[in-house]
């Protein structure tokens, strides 16, 4: 039986959107509609789906990188900068700028991927510190809460939190720290070759997943169990 930590491994830190949580499925038109409804705006269904492909064909255009530089440092910039840039999509009134940025940090929107919470259940009963890094401008723990395993991790480290955001080294710094573990013995898990992958200049092994990526469909997690010598927590997760 394999004990947690060998091959160098004592600790593991998941990216959150895209990694443990879907990202794909959060702007709906039933929830849009849902939203708007709340700030006094009337949709149907295929008017709300034709604002969401207009609203994402902006925002996720490669020009307007430059103008999210800086959105996940802190809860304000967050708001300031995505309310901008959804607005700009349309243009759209306050108010149904405000019902589609109500979608996108809608905690109870975001859902795990099948094998998140069975990898997340098995590192904490084989003793793997575990914790979440992610670039994001509000507080995702209530979706950790929500879904149970919460209290089964060690550390979470927001950007908007801490002032800092991936690729920045430091942060992956702060994360270590509140795992109490060194750089070199922990794995770095996330799907952004560029954000994600820059754990190793900090000094963490990485392990990158696909960038295709479907809610129904598992996410390969289950690899990270050998990779931190805790294949015998799935079972005793299961128990």
Known sequence: ?????????????????????????????PRLVAKAGDRGV?????????????????????????AKEGCDLSPDAHRRIWTGLIADAGPFEPPLVEALYDCLTDNDAWLPYPDTLPVLEALSAAGV???????????????????GVLDQLNAVVLSCEVGLAKPDPAIFGVACERLSLSAGRVLFVGD????????????????????????????????????????????????
């Open 1 to 29: 039986m394999s004990e947690p930590g060998e091959g160098g491994v004592h600790g593991v830190l998941f990216d959150f959107a895209g990694t443990l949580f879907d990202d794909t499925g959060v702007l709906t038109a």
């Open 42 to 66: 009337t949709l149907d269904e295929q008017v709300a789906a034709t604002l969401i492909r207009r609203t994402l064909a902006y925002v996720d255009a490669p020009e307007r990188s430059a």
């Open 129 to 147: 510190r575990t914790g979440v890094l992610s670039n994001i401008g509000w507080d995702i723990r209530p979706i950790f809460k929500r879904t």
């Open 192 to 239: 952004d070759p560029v954000k994600d992958g820059a754990a190793a200049r900090a000094g963490l092994p990485v392990y990158l997943l696909p960038s295709e990526r479907d809610v129904r469909v598992s996410r390969g997690l289950t690899a990270i169990l050998r990779l931190a010598g805790a294949e015998n927590g799935r079972d005793a997760a299961a128990q």
